[in-house]
């Protein structure tokens, strides 16, 4: 009888150890299909000052969170920031680096024209949020293979901006996309393919950028900013751009999306009828 109860426990003993070496066996490439930022290149106190900013507006957990509900990923989205000056992804692993510079001149262009602590910390936190959603657009781009249709620094601009409007909806926005464009360097690298001057090619993405937002919700910026105060049908075509762009996104990665994902919840409505409230 003992001999028995003996064999069945080291029976279940076998059992549960094959099923902790199956499981760690298999979590880490689980936990790797996400998104990530690493900091281990670079380490200096300025460094933790930036860190803690983005850590408190929750910047890389609402990343993480998104792929980690809605993807289903090939291998990890990793975005490293290195001690150098040039932003760009390397195709072969899929690894984006962004350059702890480009951060810095960010946060010095901010305090430059923002005099309140509060608000350039927020506006920061935000145009630093716009950079990796685009990063996270060119890393889904490269590891899928994703038709994008016309300009891809239009169609990336358009995936941040719909990230930022759904899972975070900053009241600095606009203010943030603004300062992001002065620093990022897609501009330049893509002036030629445009036949427009680097300026030109900021403001037509930043133009781009405002319709998609007040496409999404054009009565929060009624009153707020009386500019935005468009004709209606400027209003309904800019409302038309925010459902294509998600209908757009949404379709590319659709064989790419979890059952749970977000952007389904996204999808576009039927959209108001502006032109016939301005018709009367």
Sequence with gaps: MAIGVSLRLSRAMLFVCAFCFVVL?????????SANLDWSGVSSDEVERIRAMLDEQQIEKRLSAFVDRSLLLKKEVLIVVYPGFELFLDTASGISYLPFQMLRQLEASITERYARQAVRQK???AAVEHLL??????????????????????????????????????AYLLDATEEYLLVDQTGEALVSGEGKSELEFDKSRYQLIVC????KDFDKFQN????????????????????????????????????????RYWLPQQPSDFLEEGSN
């Design 25 to 33: 066996l298999y979590a880490p490439s689980t936990m790797a299909k």
């Design 123 to 125: 506006i920061f936190a």
């Design 224 to 263: 707020s900013q009386p500019e935005l105060a468009w004709a209606p049908a400027r209003r309904a075509q800019c409302e038309q751009r925010y459902q294509a762009q998600i209908a757009e996104w949404y379709a590319a990665l659709q064989p790419y999306l979890k059952p749970e994902n977000r952007i």
């Design 212 to 215: 998609t937002v007040v496409g």
């Design 133 to 170: 959603w685009v990063q996270l657009g060119k890393a889904l781009v490269s590891q899928f293979s994703l038709p994008i249709q016309g300009e891809p620094a239009y169609a990336l601009d358009g995936f941040a901006t719909v990230m930022l409007l759904n899972l975070h909806d900053s």
